[in-house]
């Protein structure tokens, strides 16, 4: 008698779960259908590098992979000895990337496909984001499209490189601030103020997000809004106060450490050795000077003894510090001069992964230069901006064209990294040039169901 209770019970369990599952599915057919074509174009992409290159070479290169698989590694082994490394770049990514070492045995493989279907879940959310934004499944699929047929992403997604995870979180982010809006529950609430600081330990670039995201808030009119504007102001803002006491811990950490209150060490450096590089060539009469390797001889020579990573930090910063008080005009001219070449930077790190293809995929991505198809993205993104104005959605205007601000003007600092420095700022073009798009087809008479 039991036993027969008991098999009804389960049987209608099982039955309740199938129901349960098929719902689910039906429900999210289309962002599982993502998932798996992003994911089978990405393999296909790892398989064609692989048989290009090796593991090992994908492993090594570039520069920063070596660093990141490193210190991975000793995450991995519970024994972190690249004290050095941990400081430049944060424990982020290499928390992340020895954890899949880690249940992998250390497989650079597993890593690999396991970070691929990492990108893949971000195209997906990318799309029910977009439905979110746009309630139509039109320019939802088609931000999803631009963004999993992007080269960078599908570069990074095969690449020991922080950007990928960095992308991811900010996907999700953006997924929760959406939530919040709407619900600010104490879950959605903690959850957006964990991710941002996460993604401020995986970037460094990072670090001011919380402070954006309460801008967006503060800028955007309240009759916008359908919850009560001081309630979703202290709430939101509470949550990034959070975040921002998360992030300088990490800061209060290096500062214990090393005497430096950063939450990478990588800013300063690059802040010189890039932006302060060409801020000298700039202002010299010597332009055919190796400015880069002047700058570390000049910091090397500073001291008879090799310099700590104080010291270091603090040549970088008095050096930018000095070469903008010599002449602040020409200084900001070296910086917008950086942002307009990583604006227009193309994927050149895909030559690493596909060597055989190289030149084909280099004149490809000058063709496009000439043809200013960055400028075109520029142009449409603003007219997807004013789009969403006009239909009244003023919030998801204010982030998106914040978020693109925002990354475009701290691209300023670094150079000579391909399209990875604005790839962040892809989380917010999609959307604006996707929607866009979709308005400017129907106009020209193209209907969509």
């Not at 899949?100 to 799309?127: C, D, E, G, P, R």
């Not at 390797?293 to 090799?306: C, D, G, L, Y």
Request: glycine share 4%.
């Amino acid at each position: 008698m039991i036993g027969e209770i008991l098999d009804d019970s389960m049987t209608k369990y099982s039955q309740t779960s199938i129901l349960k599952i098929s719902s689910i599915i039906k429900a999210n057919r289309i962002a599982l259908l993502i998932i798996v074509l992003s994911l089978i174009l990405r393999l296909a992409y790892f398989y064609i590098s692989v048989e290009q290159t090796s593991l090992e070479i994908i492993a090594l290169s570039p520069s920063d992979s070596r660093e990141y698989v490193q210190l991975s590694m000793e995450f991995a082994d519970l024994d972190i000895a690249s004290e050095e490394i941990l400081y430049m770049v944060g424990f982020g990514y290499p928390m992340f990337l020895g954890l899949l070492f880690f249940i992998s045995s250390k497989s650079l493989l597993i890593a690999l496909i396991i970070q691929s279907l990492l990108a893949s879940i971000s195209t997906a959310l990318i799309y029910i984001i977009g439905m979110m934004i746009f309630k139509k499944t039109t320019p939802s699929i088609i931000a999803a499209a631009i963004n999993g047929l992007s080269i960078t992403s599908l570069t990074m997604s095969i690449s020991f490189l922080s950007e990928t995870l960095f992308f991811f979180l900010l996907v999700l982010s953006l997924y929760l601030i959406l939530k919040c809006i709407n619900k600010p529950t104490v879950f959605y609430l903690t959850a957006l103020s964990l991710l941002i600081a996460y993604a401020a330990f995986t970037r460094s670039v990072g670090q001011f997000l919380p402070i954006v995201i309460f801008f967006a808030i503060i800028f955007t009119p309240s009759k916008h809004f359908a919850l009560n504007k001081k309630k979703l102001v202290l709430k939101i803002g509470l949550a990034m106060l959070v975040s921002l006491l998360l992030i300088y811990s990490w800061a209060a950490r290096n500062y214990i450490v090393h005497d430096t209150f950063v939450t990478a060490g990588t800013g300063a450096g690059a802040a010189a050795l890039y932006l302060g590089t060409r801020a000298a060539k700039l202002q010299s009469s010597s332009p055919d000077i190796n400015y880069r390797q002047a700058f570390i001889e000049e910091m090397n020579s500073s001291k008879t003894e090799p310099l700590t990573i104080k010291e270091k930090h603090d040549w970088y910063i008095n050096k930018v510090k000095t070469l903008f008080y010599n002449n602040p005009p020409v200084f900001i001219l070296a910086y917008l001069s950086i942002v307009g070449e990583n604006f227009v930077a193309y994927e050149d790190n895909c030559t690493l992964r596909v060597p055989d293809y190289a030149d084909g995929i280099m004149y490809i991505s000058r063709l496009a230069q000439k043809a200013g198809i960055d400028l075109i993205i520029l142009i449409l993104s603003v007219v997807g901006a004013i789009l969403f104005i006009r239909q009244q959605k003023h919030f998801v205007a204010v982030l998106l064209c914040l978020l693109y601000l925002y990354f475009m003007a701290l691209s300023g600092f670094t150079l000579w990294q391909g399209s990875r420095i604005m790839y962040p700022a892809q989380i917010a073009w999609v959307y604006l040039m996707s929607f866009a798009l979709y308005n400017l087809c129907r106009i020209a008479g193209i209907k969509f169901r």
